[in-house]
């Protein structure tokens, strides 16, 4: 079920929001949590009921290791076999994730390698399987280091499986989440934040239905197409893309948060405003927000505790492995680990050119992030080797110049306005503070133009999906 | 006492549901609008491409003589059939042709047409509706209980039952519309490389302002004009297309198997036969397909229908006869016409 689909908007979201509040209403608190678990299972059964076991076991498998180690950090006075409980849980997740995820790749990386022959078997990706492999590791790790309490299963299973981040993130913590189903005033229905969370969702939606899928006929016309490609399509195309892929995954996470609001719970920001950086590592600051902070936490900072000095030059190599690790993690093939390399190698120039205090002009400085950012996306969309070589050589050894396509042009014009002088919806969640007369009307207008847009022919899905 | 909804004490309690009557009352306010829009837009001279409008523009035509036949369908049906070669003939006919009109729209369709008591009604369809579940984007509400009661499974009903739900908010019929209007004002300004060449290898040479002095029959009330072809909308209900195939028809053979006829599609074609049956004889088309070739027993299709059953998908037409993959230009739809009207002739002739 997509979130920009009239089933959702008009049926799965009014149903699960109804039955939800009015458990509350009548303090049946766990039957309102069975119902929330029980929503979200249907909304993640709805796209394949082939991925239901592996999720509902994936979900038993890593609670039932947090309590062991629970029950080992209390008993023994030394953690090594908390520990080994520890790197038994990540193995057994990691090892789906490569299974389903990554054993074609490896072993037709292998076979180009070693030379035997292989033909890659048809594996159905479990939907969300990054995103809920990483949450749950993340949750193991905060068992083992004392930073997550007990909870019951019913709680671990609502905070894994909340349809509103489920599918595409963001990426929540387990204590940024879990102590928000205790708080008793977040069991009432909340007006405001029900208003935040339509504005949110409408602003989403907008974003998604009138901006993304716009700019996406003009991005596959570029990356899908056959033959020479002219600079000024390339070029067209790849920026429509970089946009099209900030309003299309900004849109799903505004989406997420807007929901998630209307059952009063706050999720993370995950995007700012990427495309006002003026560097690589201000980029990555405001880009998927969730996943930077994982890389960071959960990525960069084991890989530099792991070397015996830490130095300059050691977490410049963190970053890089990091940033490769975290482009792997986007796909599996070649072209996400450049992508990842390449993001890699940015962020250490950025860190090389901060320490130099050399200055460089804002506007220059916003072009070469730009620039870097929009090169690296298109290993990121290209569907093969082929799309890649044909974008390059059009960018920047063209056959012909060619003519703009002013619907293009004028959607990248309107796009950039956007980005650079409308607020960010973090910045609208901060200006709202009551919903008065202007928000009433804002988001009433914003939720009928969005209702209104929906499923323009088909809805689409969101690009982060296949993720 | 526990806290709950009621009790909170709050000057916004009441925003969250004041909101969403906002949203509606909007939604539902430009659906009262394009209401309005279309019954000021529609005379018996002059109408919009859609249910609504040309159900009205049929019933504000002259009603001094019978119609003899209506006919119902698609685009190939408004774009295809000629009334000016029918009224030659000294029929009196009613094109009834809507664009993305299918068979799930044909209850609505049919019951519009049988208010006018015309001797016939034509149903135009093509064969691969009959092997497919009978389906509508906009479901009418005329067109809900037939559509339910020939659908054999609950999902299909579901399936129905939603798109109905979803096709009383008028502007999720209209939205695609607005926005084409909005694309074609942004190509205006596109710079073109060059005009579209002319096909030299097989097409007719003669662009569509030629075609235009050669044959429109009708009179026109809206032209509109894209980059390889012009579409016509005329005073009486029909439509035509100018222009040219910029390449050669494949030819291809498409076996159906008459015994694997869709039940429901049939059921429904059949629901629509009896229940017109008192009013009109119904007679069901089966129309010419660009670039096909189609085999099937339709003697054994015939035997499922309790309509007689014309069948034209056998006619071939030279690529000269098409203004793209769909429809033909204003040669095929004379040719067309005047095929068709020879087929049915008999029946009208004969009526009792």
């Known amino acids: 079920m997509l979130f920009n689909?009239?089933?959702?908007?008009?049926?799965?979201?009014?149903?699960?929001?109804?039955?939800?509040?009015?458990?509350?209403?009548?303090?049946?608190?766990?039957?309102?949590?069975?119902?929330?678990?029980?929503?979200?299972?249907?909304?993640y059964a709805w796209w394949?009921?082939?991925?239901?076991?592996?999720?509902?076991?994936?979900?038993?498998?890593?609670?039932?290791?947090?309590?062991?180690?629970?029950?080992?950090l209390t008993r023994d006075k030394v953690a090594n076999r908390a520990r080994w409980v520890l790197g038994v849980g990540i193995s057994l997740n990691l090892i789906f994730l490569g299974y389903f995820k990554y054993s074609?790749?490896?072993?037709?990386?292998?076979s180009l390698i070693f030379g035997y022959s292989f033909t890659p078997s048809v594996l159905v990706l479990p939907l969300a399987i990054s995103f809920f492999t990483i949450q749950q590791i993340v949750f193991l790790v905060d068992t083992f280091q004392g930073l997550s309490p007990g909870v019951s299963f019913l709680k671990y299973s609502v905070y894994v499986s909340f349809f509103p981040h489920l599918i595409a993130g963001p990426i929540v913590l387990h204590n940024e989440l879990i102590p928000q189903l205790d708080r008793k005033r977040l069991q009432i229905f909340d007006s405001t934040l029900g208003v935040k969370g339509l504005l949110l969702l409408s602003i989403g939606l907008l974003k998604k239905v009138m901006i993304a899928d716009t700019l996406a006929i003009w991005a596959t016309q570029g990356f899908d197409g056959v033959g020479a490609i002219t600079f000024i399509d390339a070029w067209i195309a790849s920026i429509c893309y970089s946009l099209q892929l900030y309003f299309d995954f900004s849109g799903y996470s505004d989406m997420?948060?807007?929901?998630?609001?209307?059952?009063?719970?706050?999720?993370?920001?995950n995007f700012r405003s990427p495309y006002q950086a003026v560097n690589i590592i201000n980029f990555w600051q405001s880009w998927h927000i969730t996943l930077s902070r994982f890389i960071t936490n959960y990525l960069y900072v084991?890989?530099?505790?792991?070397?015996?000095?830490?130095?300059?030059?050691?977490?410049?190599?963190?970053?890089?492995?990091?940033?490769?690790?975290?482009?792997?993690?986007?796909?599996?093939?070649w072209r996400f680990i450049i992508f990842g390399l390449m993001h890699g190698i940015g962020l250490v120039v950025n860190h090389i050119w901060r320490k130099r205090k050399t200055p460089i002009p804002l506007v220059l400085a916003w072009l070469l992030t730009f620039f870097w950012v929009n090169l690296a996306f298109v290993f990121f969309r290209a569907p093969n080797w082929k799309s890649v070589e044909r974008m390059l050589s059009g960018m920047f050894f063209p056959d012909s110049?060619?003519?703009?396509?002013?619907?293009?042009?004028?959607?990248?014009?309107?796009?950039?306005?956007?980005?650079?002088?409308?607020?960010?919806?973090?910045?609208?969640?901060?200006?709202?503070?009551?919903?008065?007369f202007r928000w009433i009307v804002v988001t009433g207008v914003s939720l009928a133009v969005a209702v209104g847009a929906l499923e323009f022919e088909n809805a689409n899905e969101f690009l982060y999906f296949k993720f | 006492m526990q806290m709950n909804f009621f009790t909170l004490n709050s000057k916004h309690k009441y925003s969250f549901l004041i909101t969403i009557v906002f949203a509606l009352g909007i939604l539902f306010a430009i659906d009262f609008w394009i209401h309005f829009y279309i019954v000021h837009k529609t005379t018996s001279v002059q109408f919009i491409d859609n249910k609504e409008s040309k159900f009205i523009h049929l019933a504000l035509q002259e009603k001094n003589t019978p119609f003899d036949a209506i006919f119902i369908g698609s685009s190939y049906t408004k774009n295809h059939i000629s009334t000016a070669t029918f009224a030659k003939r000294g029929f009196h006919v009613y094109n009834l042709g809507i664009s993305g009109r299918l068979l799930g729209d044909f209850p609505s369709m049919t019951l519009a047409a049988n208010s006018q008591h015309p001797k016939f009604i034509i149903l135009n369809i093509s064969i691969d509706e009959l092997f497919v579940p009978p389906s509508t984007k906009f479901v009418h509400l005329d067109d809900?209980?037939?559509?339910?009661?020939?659908?054999?499974?609950?999902?299909?009903?579901?399936?129905?039952?939603?798109?109905?739900?979803?096709?009383?908010?008028?502007?999720?019929?209209?939205?695609?519309?607005?926005f084409l209007q909005f694309r074609d004002v942004i190509n205006r300004f596109t710079p073109k490389i060059k005009s579209p060449p002319m096909p030299t290898n097989l097409i007719s040479k003669v662009n569509y302002s030629d075609q235009e002095q050669l044959g429109i029959d009708c009179d026109v009330f809206k032209t509109t004009i894209y980059e390889k072809m012009k579409v016509i909308t005329c005073t009486n209900g029909d439509g035509a297309q100018l222009g040219y195939l910029d390449h050669q028809s494949p030819k291809k053979a498409v076996s159906f198997d008459a015994r694997k006829v869709n039940q429901d599609a049939i059921s429904l074609l059949n629901s629509i036969i009896n229940s017109s049956k008192e009013r009109s004889q119904i007679i069901v088309v089966l129309q010419p397909i660009w670039g096909r070739i189609v085999n099937v027993d339709f003697s054994e299709l015939e035997a499922k229908i309790n309509a007689p059953l014309l069948d034209l998908t056998s006619e071939t037409f030279s690529d000269h006869d098409w203004c793209d993959e769909a429809h033909f230009n204003i040669f095929g739809r004379n040719l067309y016409s005047n095929l068709l009207a020879d087929r049915l002739t008999p029946y009208l002739r004969h009526f009792p």
């Not at chain 1, 082939?50 to 498998?61: A, D, E, K, N, V």
């Not at chain 1, 807007?258 to 999720?267: T, V």
């Not at chain 2, 559509?147 to 739900?165: G, Q, V």
């Open chain 1, 5 to 43: 689909s009239h089933l959702f908007i008009l049926l799965f979201l009014p149903i699960t929001l109804i039955g939800y509040w009015v458990l509350n209403e009548f303090h049946l608190r766990p039957l309102a949590m069975i119902w929330l678990l029980f929503s979200s299972i249907v909304f």
């Open chain 1, 48 to 72: 394949n009921l082939s991925y239901l076991p592996f999720f509902i076991s994936s979900i038993l498998t890593n609670y039932i290791f947090s309590k062991i180690i629970i029950n080992l």
């Open chain 1, 104 to 110: 074609n790749f490896l072993l037709s990386t292998g």
């Open chain 1, 256 to 269: 997420a948060v807007g929901i998630a609001l209307l059952f009063n719970i706050q999720l993370p920001t």
């Open chain 1, 302 to 333: 084991p890989i530099l505790k792991s070397f015996a000095k830490i130095d300059f030059k050691r977490s410049m190599i963190a970053t890089l492995v990091a940033m490769l690790i975290a482009g792997l993690w986007h796909g599996a093939d």
């Open chain 1, 401 to 436: 110049l060619g003519l703009p396509n002013l619907q293009a042009v004028f959607m990248i014009f309107f796009t950039y306005a956007t980005v650079f002088f409308a607020p960010n919806t973090e910045k609208i969640q901060i200006r709202f503070q009551k919903p008065g």
């Open chain 2, 144 to 178: 809900l209980g037939p559509l339910l009661a020939s659908s054999t499974d609950l999902t299909t009903k579901a399936e129905h039952l939603w798109s109905f739900m979803l096709s009383l908010h008028s502007l999720h019929y209209y939205r695609e519309a607005v």
